[in-house]
């Protein structure tokens, strides 16, 4: 019962498959549909279980944490794929931006939503690798599925460079298993010895999640690939792949390394600090608007390691203003990517400049995505602005003010890029040749949704006091 | 309170809800529906505050008798705490004041709004027009009943921004706009003076609530008027320069005061603000808004009569300031400016009777409330009568009018009255205050005061004389004068009931109520040798007047004018106090202090910044060249960053 959600969105994978083949070209629009409704029931699932227990010996399990990180993933994937719905139904106007073999992505997308849900629950070392690796292969296809040069090249290096990644990382996690004969993380924990070998363990280990997380100085993939692969999966990119690194981060610190926690501060705040800037000045000179947000994306993931500081003063805390901020964070970089699938699907632009009078064009649209990048950039009353408080606030209790200081420097310089299109949405005029074009109903929906949600998460207080009293549940009951 | 309160005051929050109400409907919803309905609307809702108002009246004139007078907040609210006994109520203060102010206020308003409703009528933004005015008397019934020191400033400054956008409300003329900047420049540099005045008095108002104890506030004027209180705070001794620190508090305090009520030397803005339309100047810049000066010290007068020094400041400038306006007035030509001194002068009158009054005698301060409730009437009359002549005539210039008398008769029989009562004649109200504040004068001592009353009672006279034979007399200059005819009813209708109001005010018998200190100042009786020495010099100046200009030509005028020869060139130009403040303004506050710091802030602040921003773009550049595409270059730094972590965690352990 409680791999119920893994299993509905497994199931619907395999459904797509059969009913790809039973239903004729016509009726095939259903078949996101059937996708977006298997997600649905997988997070009413999530949603309805109980909070804690555990599967298979101990080598699945589930807690309020987890719990949190599948209800964040599950809205992740299902939002993304609602936005893509009109590509793969060959609506849009851009020929092509349209997205080939329908149920194939949809299958694809779904396995890789099942690896990340996997990876929640998993509290051995090989259920752990097993279902990382199934939420980053499917990645590779995904990020390749244009099959021009662009995508293809794309697909290419996250290969070669996540093959890196999983490398680093296995044999991390290898020299670990080889110190203290333990596959169960929480075991591991209790049978470390600090030493050289393992030091290299955790580094390797940490190198690895860095490229899932987009830490800085394993980022550089992030910019070509999020560039190349079809806008769709650059936003499923942007924030599930995230929200999975967020998940490794979290069973690497709090399970296997639990008892160092006093020891992580330091590299954990350097890091931070490095990925925050660097992805935040990185920003400002960009002119596509897929690599301004690649960037923008690893900015956010330096704000979202915040999330892991603060270990001695108030326990936990930490970890419901990371959850916080990463629902806010996929809510409203979806809301944002929403509006750039829509932009590029229709007219084939993704340039900066290409935005410049959509005020006047699309009312509605502009203010979405002026209320989105708001929310990134973390304007109040916004949720954005909320999340990074609780984070911001996170650090200053665990004395780290330097970086509070460097984190709020950063959100000023991500205003610059952000406002940059709000400036030309809004001050500049539309160009000659531009005029309206079409939004379909499931887009219209998909932005309403997430661009009221990034309002309400931050206005009403409940939200984060679920999230923080659930947590603090989990922290009593385990760690601390 | 142990007295049973009425409808009207256990409700007295409707005074403000009204007119505030009014504003937001008129201004969001009506205003852009219907212009018409917008200028109806905000009419019929100052004409039921000024009902509300006579209600509130009735029921404390019936109270008061009883309670003897006693000044009490019926209806507040907190609004903020900074502190225990530092918190601001919102709220209204009812004594006999600010119900005389309540009743002044709403009867002007609601009268000029009706004189509007003809006055502007077909002007492009009409709707605006009525929502500021609205905002303006809402804003002017906050001050009124402000039962502390914040609500006043708060309202205060509410008062100067609508009094600003109308000034400007003629946008597209330069003048217009200048005037309105003028205005608001100028009384929020006296403001300053004002805020700070606040401060200090809040902060020793503080100091004194911890001692004497109990919960009052620190800004509140029941607070700050108690007899206690005041002496605690006259005895904390030098501040600045030797300056007691209560006096100092209470000139900063009349600096906020002296601005609003164009006081010499902060006059300069009211001349210039005649480039509003005129039913505005006769509304806030001469019956309400300008002696809001005059109330903050009425208000506050207590504390002045305590510190002394600081009502010896009221009193010298007020009589200083009637006397040079009263003599500016006389070389004017644009009909509003006129009136302008003229309210200048006579809010002059207002201060030194203020300055003149004392503990020991205290008529003065009856005399200045007396004063100012008449003038508000007759002054509100004089700019109604010449924006119907304006509206007639189509120019201020009172030489391009002339022989109105026959084809306006209703305008000049009602300016006519405006101007005996200013000129102070019995039976009209100017006469009665005006023998008050002159008997204040002399009665206290102040015989150089009492003398510059008189002299400026008889210069009133004569200009005013001289612009209504100029208007009225003799016969048309011009095209425009000869082929006027009277305003429609619905402008003459205010104008009936001010020249009514002109002739009975001076019977109301004010002294009654409005009084300070027990016992003193019982209400006034006529004094014979002050009457008599006060219409002489009426009747002075208006025969004076009547040899020069009422035949009218202008013949003798400019013979008068030459034979003054430099003397009046300089009164002619307002004695070059404006030309003196561009001078200290343009070339010495712009070259010396302006000019080194617009270029520190374009140099040192703006290059800062932009050294900032384009160190952060290079630092994106160099980020961007790590960009080459090249997955083995990718690769590198991610194995060496691994190398460097797993050294990093090494030698941290």
Redo the contacts between chains.
Sequence with gaps: MLMLPELIVVVTAFALLVVDLLVSERRKPILPMIALAGIAAALVAAWMLPQSGQLLGGRFAVDSVSRWFRIIFLIAGGLTIAVSADSLNGRGAFRPAALSSRAEFCLILLFNLAGMLFLAGARDLVTLYVSLELATIPLFLLAAWRRDVESSEAG??YV??GA??SA?LLYGLGVLYGLTGEMRLEAMSGALR?G?AF??G???V??GV??KLTL???H??A??VYQGAPTQVTAYLSVASKGAGLALLFHVLYRILAPLAP?WD??IA?LAALTMT?GN??????KNIKRLMAFSAISQAGYLLLGFLGHDGAPGRGVAAMLFYLLVYVVTNLAAFAVIIWYSGETGREKIEDYRGLSKTHPLMALAMMVALFGLAGIPPLAGFVGKFFLFSVASKAGLHWLVGLAAINST?SL?YYLGIVRRMYIEPAGAEDRAVRVSPMLATVLAITTLASVILGVVPVFFETISFQTADWLKGTLW | MEYELGFALRNAWLILAIPFLSFLLVGLLVRPLSEKAAGIIATLAVFASAAFAYAMAAEFLTLGAATGWKTFVPWSFEWLRFQERMAVHIGVLVDPISILLLVVVTTVSSLVHLYSLGYMHGEAGFGRYFTFLNLFTFSMLGLVTAPNLLQMFVCWELVGASSFCLIGFYFDRPSAVAASKKAFIVTRFADLGFLLGILILGYFGYQVAGEVGGTRQAFDFLFLTDPVVMGKLNAIGAGILGIPVLTLALCLVYMGGAGKSAMFPLHVWLPDAMEGPTPVSALIHAATMVVAGVYLVARLFPLFATSGDALLVVGYIGAFTALFAAVIACTQDDIKRVLAYSTLSQLGYMMFALGVASVEHPLGYTASMFHLFTHAFFKALLFLGAGSVIHAVHSNEIWRMGGLRRKMPVTHLTFAIATLAIAGIWPFAGFFSKDEVLAAALGSGHYGIFGIGLLVAGITAFYMSRIYFAAFWGGARTEGASHAHESPVIMLIPLVVLAVLSVVAGFFPIGEFVRFGAGHGAPHGINPAIAAAGTFAGVLGIGLAWAIYGSGGTARAEALARAFGGAYTVVRRKFYVDELYLFVTHKIIVRFVAAPIAWFDRAIVDGGVNLSAKGGRLFGFALGSLQTGQVQAYGSWFAGGAVLLVLVLWGLQ
């Design positions: 290419l290096k070669i460079l890196l990644g680093f600090a050289p030091w290299l955790v580094g390797m940490v190198a860095g490229f800085v100085p394993f550089l993939w910019a070509d020891h330091g590299v350097v660097v000045f990185a920003a400002i000179v960009q310089v610059y």
